[in-house]
């Protein structure tokens, strides 16, 4: 197996690109699925289970993270948590991975948070239409959160079929087999 590219999203677009990016998808997600939810539920909403939507708010993160550690569960031995501040004040975790993923399992692994998270709270803002509001705000800030596991995903389609992901310090390394370039 020989590189065949060296994947940093962090170098190749810039924190700041990466956080405006966030920050214009979570506006139009929000903005989107509350008209698209308020077309279909007319009556007013509620504000009770602040709480809940509070809680559920400040869980994202860590929720987002532990999907992708279920879909790594056949890796954990190989899985290494770390937390890092970025910002001075802003407190990150990164699995780090020391086996090589083929490219199909890292994909479903940076796609398993969007689909499964995303999908239940869209499924919560059509059982309890009353809480579209904390629904569209949960749904576009995860959303947000998911800007970079997509950035990976667009880059990675571009990779041949057969190759296969190594993370190193420098990034993520695109593996393929000597007679792919």
Not at 11 to 35: D, E, H, M, N, P
Not at 53 to 72: A, D, E, N, Q
């Amino acid at each position: 197996m020989h590189c065949w590219k060296i994947l940093n999203i962090y170098k190749q677009y810039g924190l700041t690109r990466i956080l405006l990016w966030a920050v214009i998808v979570f506006i139009l997600t929000l903005c989107s699925s509350y008209l698209l939810f308020t077309f279909y539920y007319t009556k007013p909403f509620t504000d009770d289970y602040l709480w809940l939507f509070s809680l559920l708010f400040i869980m994202m993160y860590p929720i987002h993270k532990g999907v992708h550690y279920l879909t790594l569960f056949d890796y954990r031995k190989d899985v290494n948590a770390q937390w890092e501040v970025i910002y001075d004040w802003l407190p990150t975790l990164h699995l780090r991975i020391t086996e090589i993923l083929p490219k199909n399992r890292y994909i479903i692994t940076r796609l398993a948070p969007f689909i499964v998270i995303n999908s239940s709270i869209i499924l919560g803002m059509l059982v309890l239409p009353r809480f579209i509001h904390y629904g569209a705000i949960l749904l576009a800030y995860h959303t947000a959160i998911c800007v970079i596991d997509l950035l990976y995903v667009k880059n990675l389609m571009r990779s041949p079929k057969e190759s296969q992901i190594e993370e190193t310090k420098r990034g993520f390394e695109i593996l393929v087999p000597p007679n792919v370039r």
